[in-house]
């Protein structure tokens, strides 16, 4: 089950019917919210929520603008994030109410029957949304069940969503895949960086440029944020943003969604190369939440290089670590692959070829020398991280290493057994 987004082509009309549908999913949400848990006793069930939409509908004339089965949809949505909250093992938190400029603004098509979707030519095609007509949207990749030649499947439904470009249609699909055929890739393993986005134990190293808007974009995004400041100072404590001042936002609000889908696009098609390639796919389990945490410290205790932590935690975030693993997750799994984790303590400071931690071996944030005498090993210190996750998961694995337990890399060709290294047997005596 995947999705698949497109760019929709929507008249100036059009647009405008599709937000009052999606401000009346946001109120309808709202509605709903306040129906449920200002009752006395316990919350509402699912008959009597939709007993009253339907009651609702008939009374107030503006709900009818939103169709009944993208009502149905608010419903659902809302039980479901009930039940993810009372999932200890969800991190979802307390349903809300949702704000008018806050809430993204979404409708959703639960009914796949009601799109009929039809491919024009070689770039665009059309779809039938419900109350709103005929509209054309952007052809990018075959959808499942809808060309011939294309993937076996079908589409199941999908959802109108808002961003800061305007108006894209989220198609939901279910493809056919052969899971009975595993990848015959050899096993990598990933280290996750910010000066080197991804360094490959085969030594590969993966990057992509350091900002994501061009010199131009950049001075203009600076420009918009200063006139944004000065818009602000002229409005009175408590008065609502002017027009302009809004319109200053969009602006700004659309040059960071530019510098988003390039990065998104860039892990695309990463991590989809990656999993064509390697079998096994090998990653640091790191809790990138306590990573970030803040390091302010409280009034008492005020903490020290602030700054340089919160450089540090931007930097962290804006590589989105976890969406990689997640790319990765899911397209390995696709092509009879996997990706698998290891303990990340202590693989920046162990050297991978005679596997000894001596302090000081890692002499800066790119450069590793061991420090043993016996060994001397001198490289990359991201590649020599990438390398011990590789030991570590084919030691897990019960897999046989190489004499410098730097296996699936190039090295000596004497193998041996994944155990820790035994003292040499003593010479037997002498015939008495």
């Not at 990933?190 to 080197?196: A, L, P, S, T």
């Not at 990573?291 to 930097?315: C, D, E, I, Y």
Request: charged share 25%.
């Amino acid at each position: 089950m995947r999705a698949h987004r497109a760019r929709l082509n929507l008249s100036a009309a059009q647009s405008g019917a599709l937000e009052g549908q999606a401000h009346t999913a946001r109120a309808l949400w709202n509605l709903l919210h306040e129906y449920v848990t200002f009752r006395q006793g316990k919350l509402a069930t699912v008959k009597d929520c939709d007993e009253a939409i339907r009651a609702a509908r008939k009374e107030i004339d503006w709900l009818g603008h939103l169709p009944a089965q993208a009502a149905q949809a608010v419903l659902k949505t809302y039980r479901q994030a009930w039940a993810n909250f009372f999932n200890p093992d969800h991190p979802a938190q307390r349903p809300t109410f949702k704000a008018r400029f806050r809430a993204r603004m979404a409708v959703d098509v639960p009914q796949a029957r009601d799109l009929h979707i039809c491919r024009i030519n070689r770039r665009w095609a059309a779809v039938n949304l419900p109350k709103i007509g005929r509209v054309r949207f952007r052809w990018t990749k075959d959808l499942p069940g809808l060309t011939k030649g294309g993937p076996a499947g079908r589409i199941t439904g999908a959802r109108l969503v808002k961003d800061a470009h305007g108006w894209t249609i989220v198609f939901r699909t279910e493809t056919l895949l052969d899971p009975s055929a595993p990848h015959q890739g050899p096993v990598v393993a990933i280290d996750r960086g910010i000066n080197i986005p991804l360094a490959l134990s085969t030594g590969e190293k993966i990057t992509h440029r350091k900002e994501w808007l061009s010199t131009a974009e950049r001075e203009r995004l600076l420009r918009l944020q200063r006139k944004a400041a000065r818009q602000k100072a002229h409005r009175k404590p408590g008065q609502n943003n002017s027009t302009r001042l809004n319109r200053t936002y969009d602006q700004i609000a659309r040059l960071r969604a530019t510098a988003k889908r390039r990065a998104v696009d860039w892990q695309h098609q990463t991590t989809t190369d990656l999993a064509a390639r390697f079998s096994v796919i090998v990653v640091e389990d790191l809790q990138i939440v306590n990573m970030m945490a803040s390091a302010s410290g409280t009034l008492q205790v005020p903490g020290t290089n602030v700054a340089q932590k919160r450089g540090l935690n931007r930097a962290i975030a804006g590589e989105a670590w976890a969406r990689t693993v997640e790319f990765l997750t899911y397209k390995c799994a696709e092509r009879g692959g996997r990706v698998a984790t290891v303990a990340p303590h202590g693989t920046s400071r162990e050297c991978h070829h005679c596997h000894t931690t001596i302090p000081g071996s890692r002499e800066t944030q790119s450069r590793f020398a061991c420090k043993n005498p016996r060994c001397g090993w001198i490289g990359n210190a991201d590649t020599n991280v990438a390398r011990n996750q590789l030991h570590r998961y084919n030691s897990a694995a019960g897999r046989a290493v190489t004499g410098r337990g730097d296996s699936a890399i190039a090295g000596p060709v004497k193998r041996q057994a994944s155990c820790p290294t035994a003292s040499p047997a003593p010479a037997p005596r002498a015939a008495a």
